[in-house]
C-alpha cells in the first residue's frame, strides 16, 4: 500500500476534512511512518479467536422521554430559523 | 489553617470544627489560581458560581445538617466534561462558541454530594495527546519545572491539584490521561474499570476505552472523589449495576499475602532504566510490606500501543464526525452548499492531531483496509485482555512503571508523532483490557517525579486501592512539593 497524495485528498473527502497543501504533505511523510508501526500487528495470530470474555450488550427500554432542554439545544444552531436549523442547499 | 495540601478528612474536621467556612475554603483557591495560573496555564475558565456553592455548603453546616462526601471540598475538572450554560471545549476551537446544555452525570454526581466546582481545566485537544501541548487555547507548564510539559491529555487537571489551585481534579483516561500526567506531577491518578463511571456528558474520544477518573494528593481522597461519581447511570448503557467496593475498609487491610506480579514486558525495551530501578525498589517496599513479588508476563502488551493506535483513531474518526459545523460550534459558512460547510468547519475547527488521527481512523476504517487494521486490532485486543485474565489467576495486582519516560521539553515531541505515541506505552494496556489502574508517586529522579502504576482484574478496585494505600501508607514521596 503506498500513501501518496491522491490518496491523503481521498482520505479527507472521506473524512469532509479540507486539507490544505501543507498538510496534505505533512500527512503524506507522516501517516506512512505511523501505518508502518501499527502495521507490524499483522504478523500476531489470533486465531482462533479467543473468548475475549466480552461485557454482555445492556439495551435499555425503548421510552419516550422528554427532553427539557429542547430550546437551549436549538439556541446553539449557527443559523437557526423559528424552530430549525437553517443548512445551506445540499445540491 | 486553609492550605493545598489538606485532605478531604481534614477539610471535613476543618469545616466541622469551624476552623474556616467552605466559602473561606473556596475564596483561597480563586485566589491561587488568580496568583499562579498566569505561570502554569492549568485553567481554561474559573468558576465564580463555586463561591455560591460554597455558601451553600456554609449554610447546610450552619442549619445542622450532617457532612456529604466531599461537602466544601475544591474540585476542577476537565474541560471534555460537559456543565449547563458553560463553555465546554474540549481544548478545540471547534467548540469555542458552544455552551453545554446539561452537566455530565459525574459532574452532577460530584454537586450531588457537596463538591465545588472551581473551574475547568486544560487539556489536549480532544484529549489526544500526552503533553497537553495540542490544546488549542494555551500550554499547560509543570509545576515541578516550568520548562517541561505536565503530561497529557488532562495537563490542565493534574498541575491544578499539583499547583496548589484545587483539592482534587477530575480527568478522563482513554489510554493514560490521567495517570500519565499524574505520574509527572506527583500525584495520584486513578483510571477505574470500564463501565464504573458515567461517561454521559464527557466528549467522546474513543468510547469503548474512555473512563473518567480524579486526580488527587493522597489515595484515600482518590477513593472518595471516585466512590461520589461511580455507579449505574441510565444514561450510559455501558455503566455496570455492580455494587461499588468498600474501598475504607479495603485501604484497612494489609498487603500480607497479596500476590504483587511484575510482568516483565512494561520493564523492557522503551522504557528508562532509572524508571524502572525506581520501580523495583518499589516493589522491594511491598515485599517489606508482607506482600509476595511474582514474575509474571502479558506476553502482547508491548503490542498493545499498535492495537490502540488503531482502534483510538478509528472510534475517534467515527465520533468526531458530529462536529460538522450545522448544529453547534464553530460554523464555516464561506463555500458552496452544505459539505463545504462541513470541509471548511473542520479544517479550521480541528488542529494538526485531532486531523492526524482521523485520518488514520478513517483509513483504518475504509473498504478493503478495515478487516487487516481495525478488526484485526480487536482480535489482537481480545488476546490481550485474555492474557490479562491468565495473569491475574496467578496474581492480585500487577505493578509496573506508569510512564516510560520522565516530563520532557515543550516541543521535544511534537514535530514526530510516533515519539507522542510511545509516552502511551506502559498505559494502554489497561484500557484495552478494561481494567483499574492507578499511578501513584513512587520517587525522584533529578528532582522529577515519577509514578508506580498499579493493575487489579475486571472491577477489582478493592485489591487496587489495598496495595495503593499500603503502598502510601509507607512513603512520604506524595508529601513533596513542587517549587512552584
Known amino acids: ?91 | 489553617m486553609i492550605s493545598a495540601q489538606l485532605t478531604i478528612a481534614e477539610i471535613h474536621k476543618g469545616l466541622k470544627a469551624k476552623d474556616f467556612s467552605a466559602r473561606e475554603l473556596a475564596s483561597h483557591f480563586l485566589s491561587a489560581i488568580k496568583t499562579r495560573d498566569k505561570d502554569l496555564g492549568a485553567f481554561l475558565a474559573v468558576r465564580k458560581a463555586a463561591l455560591v456553592e460554597a455558601q451553600a455548603v456554609d449554610d447546610r453546616l450552619a442549619a445542622g445538617e450532617s457532612l456529604r462526601p466531599l461537602d466544601g471540598v475544591p474540585i476542577a475538572i476537565k474541560d471534555n466534561l460537559v456543565t449547563e450554560g458553560e463553555r465546554t471545549t474540549a481544548g478545540s476551537k471547534i467548540l469555542e462558541p458552544y455552551r453545554g446544555t446539561y452537566t455530565a452525570t459525574a459532574v452532577q454526581r460530584l454537586h450531588d454530594v457537596g463538591a465545588v466546582i472551581i473551574g475547568k481545566t486544560n487539556l489536549d485537544e480532544f484529549a489526544m495527546g500526552a503533553s497537553t501541548e495540542s490544546s488549542a487555547y494555551q500550554p499547560t507548564r509543570n509545576p515541578w519545572n516550568t520548562a517541561l510539559v505536565p503530561g497529557g491529555s488532562s495537563g490542565g487537571s493534574a498541575v491544578a491539584v499539583a499547583g496548589g489551585m484545587a483539592i482534587a481534579a477530575i480527568g478522563s483516561d482513554t489510554g493514560g490521561s490521567i495517570r500519565q500526567p499524574a505520574a509527572f506531577t506527583n500525584l495520584v491518578g486513578f483510571k477505574p474499570t470500564y463501565g464504573r463511571v458515567s461517561r454521559y456528558g464527557l466528549i467522546a474520544l474513543a468510547s469503548s476505552l474512555d473512563q473518567i477518573g480524579p486526580f488527587t494528593r493522597t489515595v484515600a481522597d482518590a477513593a472518595k472523589v471516585y466512590q461520589a461519581m461511580a455507579g449505574r447511570d441510565d444514561n450510559d448503557a455501558t455503566t455496570s449495576p455492580k455494587p461499588i467496593d468498600d474501598l475504607a475498609s479495603a485501604m484497612k487491610q494489609s498487603v500480607k499475602g497479596l500476590r504483587v506480579g511484575l510482568p516483565k514486558e512494561f520493564f523492557g525495551d522503551g522504557v528508562d532504566p532509572k524508571i524502572v530501578a525506581v520501580v523495583h525498589a518499589a516493589a522491594k517496599q511491598f515485599e517489606r510490606l508482607g506482600a509476595t513479588l511474582v514474575d509474571s508476563s502479558i506476553p502482547h502488551a508491548p503490542q498493545g500501543l499498535a492495537t490502540y493506535y488503531i482502534i483510538l483513531p478509528a472510534e475517534a474518526s467515527s465520533n468526531l464526525a458530529r462536529f460538522d459545523g450545522i448544529r453547534y460550534g464553530l460554523s464555516v459558512r464561506v463555500g458552496r452548499g452544505l459539505q463545504e460547510v462541513y470541509r471548511q468547519t473542520r479544517d479550521r475547527g480541528f488542529g494538526p492531531e485531532v486531523k492526524r488521527r482521523i485520518m488514520i481512523g478513517t483509513f483504518a476504517l475504509s473498504a478493503g483496509y478495515a478487516d487487516a487494521y481495525y478488526h484485526h486490532a480487536n482480535r489482537v485486543r481480545a488476546v490481550l485482555r485474555e492474557e490479562f485474565h491468565q495473569a491475574f489467576d496467578q496474581v492480585d495486582v500487577l505493578l509496573t512503571p506508569t510512564s516510560p519516560m520522565l516530563p520532557w521539553p515543550f516541543g521535544a515531541k511534537s514535530k514526530n508523532p510516533l515519539q507522542m505515541y510511545l509516552a502511551d506505552l506502559l498505559t494502554v494496556p489497561a484500557n484495552l483490557a478494561n481494567i483499574p489502574a492507578i499511578s501513584i508517586p513512587a520517587g525522584f529522579i533529578d528532582g522529577l517525579p515519577v509514578g508506580l502504576q498499579l493493575m487489579a482484574r475486571e472491577w477489582d478496585e478493592a485489591n487496587l486501592f489495598r496495595a495503593a494505600a499500603a503502598y502510601q501508607g509507607a512513603t512520604d514521596w506524595h508529601t513533596k512539593n513542587p517549587p512552584i
Open chain 1, 1 to 91: 500500500m503506498k500513501i501518496d497524495e491522491s490518496m491523503v485528498q481521498g482520505l479527507g473527502e472521506l473524512a469532509r476534512i479540507e486539507l490544505r497543501d501543507e498538510e496534505t504533505t505533512a500527512l503524506v511523510e507522516q501517516l506512512p511512518k505511523i501505518l508502518d508501526y501499527v502495521g507490524h500487528l499483522q504478523a500476531v495470530d489470533t486465531a482462533p479467536p479467543p473468548d475475549g470474555r466480552s461485557i454482555p450488550n445492556a439495551p435499555r427500554a425503548d421510552e419516550v422521554r422528554p427532553a427539557d432542554h429542547r430550546d437551549a439545544i436549538l439556541d446553539q444552531a449557527p443559523d437557526r430559523l423559528e424552530d430549525f436549523w437553517r443548512v445551506p442547499p445540499v445540491m
